[in-house]
């Protein structure tokens, strides 16, 4: 049984495993370009015909224009994968830089966070010294008027 070039098409879309509007992305087209092509409301123009033998070079320019043979060749499926896994690897470095460069500002930011919390314990620390001296001036000065501070506090715990 003989395929028109848009049943082709969407052979080929499933086959790669995508769906139109990644197909569409990755040939740097719009969705509705490939939409009406798969649909069978239009056939592939040359430009997109070459884009696709140029991003997909797995493809069978026989199979994809005229029906015959294999969706794939055989030689040049591996550099097709090759091309894919590039392009994947590009991908993951882009983000990894993006991922340090945010990794340097947590940084600085949990540094900034470390200093506040020093400054404020370092408030904290006075306010203990100035307690504890107001404490022993009350306990001094409980034992000059016979009360005893301290004995009573511990008897009150």
């Known amino acids: 049984m003989e395929t028109t070039i848009n049943e ?18 990755r040939l740097g087209k719009a969705q509705s370009s490939i939409a009406v092509i798969v649909e ?27 029906g015959e043979g294999e969706m794939f060749r055989k030689e040049e499926k591996s550099a097709g994968a090759d091309k894919y896994l590039q392009e994947h690897l590009q991908t993951l470095e882009k983000k990894f830089e993006t991922l340090l460069a945010q990794k340097d500002s947590v ?27 107001c404490t022993l001036f009350f306990i001094n000065f409980g034992y000059k008027f016979g009360y005893n501070l301290l004995t009573d506090a511990v008897n009150w715990l």
Do not use: C, H, T
């Open 40 to 66: 069978g409301k239009s056939k592939p123009g040359y430009e997109l015909l070459e884009k696709v033998f140029a991003n997909f070079p797995q493809v069978s320019r026989d199979w994809l224009l005229m």
């Open 107 to 133: 940084i600085e930011g949990l540094q900034s966070i470390i200093r506040y919390q020093r400054e404020q314990l370092g408030k904290s620390e006075v306010v203990l010294a100035y307690a504890a001296v």
């Open 8 to 25: 082709r098409f969407k052979k080929l879309i499933e086959a790669l495993g995508l769906n139109p509007n990644s197909f569409a992305k």
